[in-house]
Nanobody
Framework: QVQLVESGGGLVQPGGSLRLSCVAS????????MGWYRQAPGKQRELVTN???????NYADSVKGRFTISRDNAKNTVYLQMNSLKPEDTAVYYC?????????WGQGTQVTVSS
């Protein structure tokens, strides 16, 4: 059974930081592209960032320079360090794993940026 379990969300003031974690089980972690998506109320789910099996990263323009994705294959964990948070970063953040035609999702963690 595949599970992706996110943690680290919460309420933070504008300009603050949060670190999300996603622990995967039931998959060969090192063979999957790992990513973070987000969905704000009334909007479609969008890609925030991902990291491939060789460590190459990709970021949405809106988060470049503020967010950093990293993976620890020994711990089956992917992280998202979010700095300089803005109110428009408020969303549910989902962990994603995919390989070939198969994709898996976590249950999501809420991030709210507000004063």
């Amino acid at each position: 059974q595949v599970q992706l379990v996110e943690s680290g969300g919460g309420l933070v003031q504008p300009g603050g930081s949060l670190r999300l974690s996603c622990v995967a089980s039931g998959i060969i972690f090192g063979r999957h592209v790992m990513g973070w998506y987000r969905q704000a109320p009334g909007k479609q789910r969008e890609l925030v960032t991902n990291v491939d099996t060789n460590g190459r990263t990709n970021y949405a323009d809106s988060v470049k320079g503020r967010f950093t994705i990293s993976r620890d294959n020994a711990k089956n964990t992917v992280y998202l360090q979010m700095n300089s948070l803005k109110p428009e970063d408020t969303a549910v953040y989902y962990c994603n794993a995919w390989r070939a035609t198969v994709t898996y999702w976590g249950q999501g963690t809420q991030v709210t940026v507000s004063s």
